[in-house]
């Protein structure tokens, strides 16, 4: 088990569309080896989420886990810890949501991204399951943003306003770090 290079913006295997698992190898011991390694890369390097992409394995996969007092999304929500194989995404509120997204692929910056507050997600776990989840708020955003990293989307192609993306140092100086959303959801509505 280890911990794995993260590719980088520009790395045309992050632009991909990634294919899908079949039930019985996401059984596999080489699969579950691949979810401990997602796992251990994703907390050696502080992100919330991580898709099996961005370390260069071109499959629909991803974990996601937000922990309380997480480094680069300090007052995010604590979630559950959640495998994700072969998801499909439905929009379930066209309200939308404002973050100040980054990615572990894209280091040291960050923009404003809007997307649907409420969504559903359909996936196998790791035991090759039928799962239905329902995700909300920043939870429903790290979802939308993981997912798309496994149809070759990058949050930056997201962006409204490009003159939000920003270096997070910058972000620092020039707002405070609680996240507020407000209700009209102009931004800066929150810095996760
Ligand atoms: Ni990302």
Not at 78 to 84: P, R
Not at 97 to 112: A, D, N, Y
Not at 150 to 169: A, M, P, Y
Request: charged residues 25%; contains cysteine; proline residues 5%.
């Amino acid at each position: 088990m280890t911990a794995h290079k993260i590719l980088k913006m520009g790395n045309p295997l992050l632009r991909e569309q990634s294919i899908l698992f079949e039930p019985d190898e996401i059984t596999s011991v080489e699969t579950q080896e691949l979810i401990t390694d997602m796992w251990e890369t994703m907390d050696e390097f502080g992100g919330v989420g991580l898709a099996a992409p961005q370390i260069g394995v071109s499959k629909q996969l991803a974990v996601i886990r937000i922990e309380e007092d997480n480094e680069r999304y300090p007052e995010a929500k604590k979630s559950e810890e959640i495998v994700i194989f072969n998801p499909t995404i439905t929009n379930l509120d066209d309200t939308l949501q404002g973050f100040w997204e980054g990615c572990l692929s894209v280091p040291g910056l960050r923009g404003i991204v809007f997307r649907p507050r409420k969504v559903q997600v359909d996936f196998l776990d790791e035991s090759a399951k039928k799962k239905t989840l329902i995700a909300e708020d920043f939870l429903a955003t790290v979802f939308q943003h993981e997912l798309d990293h496994l149809f070759g989307k990058l949050f930056i192609d997201r962006i409204d306003d490009i003159t939000t993306l920003s270096f997070e140092e910058e972000i620092i100086l020039s707002f405070s770090l609680s996240i507020n959303v407000s209700d009209d959801l102009t931004p800066p509505c929150s810095i996760p």
